[in-house]
């Protein structure tokens, strides 16, 4: 096999990397925090709307990143609205997104410490995971995308695999009725659907590295509709599996559907623990696409080389983490990032094509 | 640098002997995996109770006894030298308090080995219990664990849930028992489908009355009979429903997978129908402002025993005739349970909510709070069609 130098991934990794950035944390408590906000048994068609929103604001995304061909959201919107400007919009990017890094680090503890490792203190946990992201972040975009690459099939195999058994489970009447309440709870339901697709925004990092930027926009769409899908069949097998009430009952309602049934004969009888140990590597997967844009940030923000940013994010990284006290806290930072999320990435790819377009169309200048 | 070298290799050796292996693995053989466990009403046995009479208390009120049934690895090994003096494959036991957390880590002070909970299948409730204390309360600790699975099915018992994990046959253990009992929905219809944790978390959020499996037992023998109503509102028991009454719920649900309905013809002998399929569909109703439901039912079946031996069951006319006999006596036993629900107890078990909420949800949305309440006056009709399909291997 042949081992590329340069820092350029074909368009099949783009897909990849999306889906594995946007593909996380969200998938263990989206269910609960649909239906919380939405209280119907409808929350399959906020998903739904919810993803064409994102799909839709990806595009602007892509197409703005598109103008500038390897140049990353960084450079680019120094371009556009002045260094000053553009360097603070570059310094919110990069502390969202070491936040959303450090949170979902926690979240892997936390679950890792409730059904798995038992006992283990935190940072026995988070430590070596942080290091091994470090490790893969050091061999540059290239060297992140064949990993993804790999743990990509696998992770999803088993997540449908176990979506898959869980059928026994389900029943259709705990969906219905379908639009019970009127359309009022599905546009409730949109604010939580809209936050579980944070992530996507790397693709303005990402258009820069492509060997065929021109191919963007079919790398999103792939990227961005393999998580749709996914998040979609959770919400439909988890609520159709357990029921409205016994959702909004459970901490971590995916788990809980699959510790909700046991299957003699097969290689495992208890579905949580394979699904558990798979899911670690996709939010490991998840973590470094975060640590790896944050460094990567950094270095071209502030000019300087990455090696050592990578470095010094480690323990920054880690008191992100250990920031939280309870489990409360944790998920009281779920909700900001999601709310980060919309102000920056709904916000600052929007007027940053106005800006742009006012500039050229009116101003005629050459940006 | 060498001396440094050679004291990292060191600290790198010794820490393969000081943390080899997972960082809190306990061997299982250390530890107590019990299978079952049974809340009872506080009555502490009598060891118990000399146990405090010599001074071993804490700070509790004896609300209720949780027994553990604990499912030892060591009789196993054991088993094949003492052939003679049968080993029990299980072994109870009993502690009261009023935390069932409590009561858990409090048999660590009895016992050498801790208990896990990982492999709990079966709990049950005894119906006494039940009526004193609210079921969100007593099932609050399993729910919350995060050893128990929520696939542990749940029961209710109408004596007392100890005699449940009792069995006279010394090579079973009863928790395993009564797990296993529940895959019997293709023998008979008196096997309800089971409620495991999960479920039961649902229903008890949703505050709908609901039913649990009862448990009947004498001696070390057990029997599935009928099932025990926990009223939603209060989350606690208030009656029974026998076994008949629990076929016919799975008539209305059509969920039954086999059975039997079995009665007399016009000269007073039995015969019996064998259910091949069964298939059922509630509508709801709204006029005005009157609900009404109406079901029909269908059902395949085989004339499998008949002691009539004047008629001939393979003549039309004798089938027809005995598939009448079958669906008067489908219908009494329907009118039987729609009295216990509707005048008796008052409460909608059989799922008529459900079928409201999907058809009328705003209708719904105005009765939920007090359904039972309304249920108990709506209107319900059947449409029973019973088709006896074949007569079995012999024709006379």
Known sequence: MFIRNDDKITTTQTSIFITDTVLGAGILTLPRGVIEAAKTPDVWLSVLLGGFIVIMVTMVMVKLSQQFPNHTVYQYSKRIVGTIPGGILGVCLIGYYIIIAGFEVRIFAEITMYYLLEGTPIWAIIIPFIWVGTYICFGGINAIARVFQIIFPISIFILVLSYFLSIRLFDIDNLRPVLGEGVLPVFKGLKSTVLIFTGCEVIMTLVAHMQHPERAVRATFAGIG?????????????????????????????????????????????????????????????????????????????????????????????????????????????????????????????????????????????? | MYRCKNLLTLLLLSSLVVTQGCWSSKEIEDLSVYAGLALDVGERPEVERNLEREGATYYKKNLLTATIQIVPIKSFERQEKSSEKQLLKYSNLRLTGDSVFEIMRQYSTRRERPVIGHH?????????????????????????????????????????????????????????????????????????????????????????????????????????????????????????????????????????????????????????????SMHSKTTAKLQGDAISFHVAIESNGRLIENWDTKENPSELAYLEGAEKVFEERLTTMLDHLMRKMQSKYKVDVAGFGKVLSIKYPKKWKSVKDNWDEVFSQVPVTFEVKLTITDFGSSTE
């Open chain 2, 120 to 276: 709990l299948k079966v709990i049950v409730v005894s119906t006494k219990l039940a009526q004193q204390n609210q079921m969100d309360q007593l099932m609050d600790f399993v729910l919350r664990d995060n050893d128990i699975r929520p696939s542990c099915r749940v029961f209710l018992s109408k004596g007392k849930a100890y005699d449940t994990f009792i069995s006279n046959q010394p090579e079973e253990v009863p928790a395993f028992r009564i797990n296993s009992m529940t895959q019997n929905r293709y023998r008979t219809n008196k096997v309800m489908k089971d409620v495991n944790l999960t479920q039961l978390d649902g229903l008890l959020h949703s505050q709908q009355s609901f039913l649990l499996q009862n448990i009947v037992s004498t001696k070390g023998e057990i029997e599935f009979s009928g099932a025990g109503i926990i009223k939603g509102e209060t989350s606690k028991w208030i009656g029974d429903l026998n076994q008949e009454n629990v076929e016919s719920l799975s008539w209305i649900q059509g969920t039954g997978q086999g059975g039997v309905i079995k009665s007399y013809d016009w000269r007073n002998k039995n015969i019996t129908y064998e259910i091949k």
């Open chain 1, 226 to 367: 393999i998580p749709f899908v996914l998040y979609l069949m959770t919400v439909i097998v988890v609520v159709g599996g357990m029921s409205v009430d016994s959702v909004m009952n459970s901490t971590w309602p995916t788990i809980d559907l699959l510790r909700s049934f046991e299957i003699t004969g097969l290689i495992f009888e208890r579905f949580e623990f394979p699904f558990l140990v798979i899911w670690m590597m996709q939010l490991f997967c998840n973590f470094t696409s975060f640590y790896f844009n944050a460094s990567l940030g950094i270095s071209q923000v502030f000019r300087l080389k990455i090696h050592p940013v990578i470095f010094g994010l480690i323990p920054v990284i880690f008191i992100t983490t250990m920031l939280p006290e309870r489990i409360n806290d944790v998920f009281k930072l779920g909700d900001t990032i999601g709310k980060m999320g919309i102000f920056l990435f709904f916000l600052v790819p929007v007027l940053l094509t106005v800006i742009l377009l006012f500039r050229k169309k009116v101003l005629n200048h050459h940006v």
